[in-house]
């Protein structure tokens, strides 16, 4: 099992929608969780972090965590189509600067 | 302010070769880790330092060190490349050794390294 999973998509949504990204981690004891965009050739962008469970919102993106359920999600509110990219959940399992990143998500919104 | 620097941003060698990868951190950050990206994977990690000190290691050989400097910066070796060691590095800074992990890391814009 592989310790953060997510789907790799693509997910395509129409400008204007919500896109709804998720994410599965192994290791109960994580303590923080990242959400970082990544453009086609670029390095990743942190776009949010949440530490603890219920939701966090900055803007259009709201990011959820579960940690009974070991599951972090993050949804894009009015998609636009600067919004496609790849987007990275990551999680720190404690200890060290030390992130654990899913193979993420593709997203493509389209006009 | 200045964002986390790497160089060079592109690198071309050849098998066996020997690699230096530099990365300075955002001023008053005092933690690196450096990661490695494939094409279509989430980047891993390889090491993490603070202060100097190795505070953290990834699942790869000895082939792969790194070191850190007085003002912070450091530099990532990979000695006999392989053609599986062709991938983008990024270098990641944080303000501190994260004891919870929840210090917030801020990547560079990587280096391109392509072995043949």
């Known amino acids: 099992q592989k310790e953060v999973e997510q789907n790799s998509g693509p997910l395509s949504v129409p400008e204007g929608a919500i896109a709804s990204l998720n994410c599965t981690y192994s290791?109960?004891?994580?303590?923080?969780f990242f959400w970082y965009r990544q453009y086609s050739g670029k390095s990743p962008e942190l776009i949010m972090f949440?530490?603890?469970?219920g939701d966090k919102e900055d803007g259009r993106f709201t990011a959820q965590l579960n940690k009974a359920s070991q599951y972090v999600s993050l949804l894009i509110r009015d998609s636009q189509p600067s919004d496609s990219a790849t987007y990275l959940c990551?999680?720190?399992?404690?200890?060290?600067?030390?992130?654990?990143f899913g193979t993420g998500t593709r997203l493509q919104v389209f006009p | 302010d200045a964002g986390v620097t790497q160089s060079p941003t592109h690198l071309i060698k050849t098998r066996g070769q020997h690699v230096t990868l530099r990365c300075s951190p955002i001023?008053?950050?005092?933690?690196v880790s450096w990661y490695q990206q494939v094409l279509g994977q989430g980047p891993q990690f390889i090491f993490q330092?603070?202060?100097?000190?190795?505070?953290g290691r990834g699942n790869f050989p000895d082939r792969f060190s790194a070191r850190q400097f007085p003002n912070y910066s450091s530099e990532l070796n990979v000695n006999a490349l392989l053609l599986g060691d062709s991938a983008l590095y990024l270098c990641?800074?944080?303000?501190?050794?994260?004891?919870?992990?929840?210090?917030?890391?801020?990547f560079g814009p990587g280096t391109r390294l392509l072995v043949l």
């Open positions: 990641a800074s944080s303000p501190t050794d994260a004891v919870l992990g929840q210090e917030t890391q801020y």
């Open positions: 290791d109960r004891g994580s303590q923080s």
């Open positions: 949440i530490y603890s469970n």
């Open positions: 990551a999680v720190n399992p404690g200890g060290p600067d030390k992130l654990i």
């Open positions: 001023s008053g950050h005092k933690s």
């Open positions: 330092y603070y202060e100097k000190e190795e505070r």
